[in-house]
């Protein structure tokens, strides 16, 4: 049973202008950060600064040089996690192409890992992107947790510094984590027994 921290990524979805994200991926990563209890290392991957291809190579073959150069920028960070928290807007009922395109460049950095899910939007305050996320990463041998965090209309959510107004937000969000880090320990402890075969 290993001791050493947790390393959680936190994957930031959104890549359009003037996006809303940051400010979301922020207050996790900082909710995050003061769980001392959890003992979280915590990694912001954000797809505004580390963009990938969006051109895959033909099946079988192995990705362009310069591809390779992207993916370094991230998919040793995804492969160090032992969790995520996919941070996402709404897009048409779905989740930002930036987020899949992200997610189909990568295979074994899911498996067997936790995700969990922070979302905004309108009404729905990004529940139906969750949704299809969950369908999309259990293809990938991801295991997604429960509890979510959700901001409907989102835009009046958090204060000047970032930090969320509802305290309900925060209750939501250290109940996610509080999921996450035992599934983190549970299958990192487990694979260190069996290596998982997808």
Known sequence: MSSAPLRLAVLVGSTREGR????????IRDRAAARDDLGLDV???????????TVFPAFGQ??????????????????????FVVVTPEYNHSFPAALKNAI????????????????????????????????????LHAVTVRDTVSFHGHWDKFDADGDAI?????????????????WAHALRDAKAARPYAA
């Open 20 to 27: 809303f994200a940051p400010t979301v991926a922020g207050w």
């Open 43 to 53: 990694d912001v991957v954000d797809l505004v600064e580390t963009p990938l291809p």
């Open 62 to 83: 192995p990705p362009a040089a310069d591809t390779v150069a992207l993916l370094a920028e991230v998919s040793p960070r995804l492969a160090a996690a032992d969790a």
């Open 104 to 139: 189909d460049w990568h295979g074994p950095e899911w498996h067997a890992k936790p995700v969990g899910f922070v979302s905004y939007g309108g009404l729905s305050g990004g529940l139906r992107a969750v949704e299809q996320l969950r369908v999309v990463l259990a293809e």
């Open 166 to 182: 509802d305290p309900a937000a925060n209750a939501a969000a250290d109940a996610m984590l509080d999921r996450l880090a035992w």
